[in-house]
């Protein structure tokens, strides 16, 4: 069976450090492509031109709003060194740079010191857990599925912290790599909509996924949390572990609560920002 998210994370190199991608609409919400289908797009396209090629850590900034259709990738190698790389990546649509990337690279390898204050979380099974249902594209990529402690709020069963933890894989079978980890890091509803329903809509100004390991097979298990909400202002902090229980990627996105006062539309029927 054909990946759809590999088919869809391809680009074309058409001269030094320059690609063209087709942008689809298979990973969006509001008739906008999801960041983190962007940033793994972006870091397999800068891991192409470095000696380094597993994503640490990469950042996206997203000063513009993507739109599917053609996209121009244009990286910048800031340096390669014996254990690292850093580059960035511009995405520019319309002659306009619409996300800005940057990223450091390794070759990573299953040894070195580690410290865990606390392990993967204990959850009930994936039979156990219900999946979340939304008609919006991205959605129709995955199953992911909420404990169900934390995934009432679609049904107005809110909770007092703004946390969910629960299951997630890709629903056509491909198993979870390297790159997919920045998109999956993306792909979960935000923690705040379990305090206060799914209300509004968060646009991201900021988004970076730290990677750890590579990920086992199977399940990822993932819980997201938002601490702080100040003047709209949120994190939203994210843990992701794999089938064998590793910590395989945190994630930290900066947004922008924005209530349907202000928009005239919520979280489940997209932006009009």
């Given amino acids: ?34 960041g983190g289908y962007l940033m793994s797009m972006a870091a397999k396209a800068m891991a192409e031109d470095l000696s380094h090629k597993d994503p640490v850590t990469v950042t996206g900034h997203f000063p513009g709003k993507v ?57 009930p099974g994936v039979d156990e857990c219900f999946p979340f249902e939304a008609d919006v594209p991205i959605n129709h990529r995955y199953d992911l599925l909420y404990t169900p402690e934390t995934g009432g709020w679609l049904s107005g069963k809110t909770t007092e912290r703004a946390e969910v933890l629960g299951w997630i894989r890709f629903s056509d079978g491909t198993e979870p790599d390297i790159y997919s980890l920045l998109l ?24 970076t996924v730290h990677v750890r390991q590579r990920p086992a097979k199977g399940w990822l298990k993932f819980r997201f949390s938002t601490r702080f909400v100040t003047n709209g202002f949120l994190e939203d ?37």
């Fill in 184 to 207: 999956i890091a993306d792909s979960v509803p935000r923690a705040i909509f379990a305090r206060i329903g799914p209300i509004g809509w968060i646009p991201t100004m900021e988004f």
């Fill in 237 to 273: 902090d994210g843990e992701l572990w794999d089938s064998e229980g590793k910590l395989v990627a945190i994630s930290r996105q900066t947004g922008k609560l924005i209530l349907p006062k202000d928009t005239g539309t919520s979280f489940l029927a997209g932006s009009k920002i």
């Fill in 67 to 123: 739109a599917p259709g053609e996209g121009v990738l244009k990286n910048e190698i800031i340096s390669e060194g014996r254990s690292f790389s850093t580059a960035a990546a511009r995405l520019i649509q319309d002659d306009t740079e619409k996300v800005r990337f940057t990223g450091t690279f390794t070759n990573l390898k299953d040894k070195g010191f580690n410290y865990l204050e606390h392990e993967s979380p204990v959850i």
């Fill in 1 to 34: 069976m054909t990946s759809i998210y590999l088919e869809d994370i391809k680009t074309e190199k058409i001269s030094d450090l320059t690609r063209i991608t087709d942008i689809t609409d298979n990973w969006s919400l509001g008739g906008i492509p999801n």
